[in-house]
């Protein structure tokens, strides 16, 4: 039988545990801004969809109360 002691070294990196914290946090903060800024865009391409379509309507209705 053999004497053999197996030790296990763990090393701790509190910087780049920090790093590595700081570095997530900024790529979920980047990604909620990107979802902000598509719901913007559908936001006022849909508003921009419904005017253009509004104007069309308002336009041919008022086409239809001319007298010629």
Known sequence: MF??????????????DEAFGKLFAILICFVFFLGALQIAYETVSGWYQNFM????EMLAFLAGLWPF
Request: proline fraction near 6%.
């Open 3 to 16: 004497n053999r002691q197996d030790y296990v070294c763990q090393s701790s990196d509190p910087k780049g």
């Open 53 to 56: 379509q509004w104007s069309g």
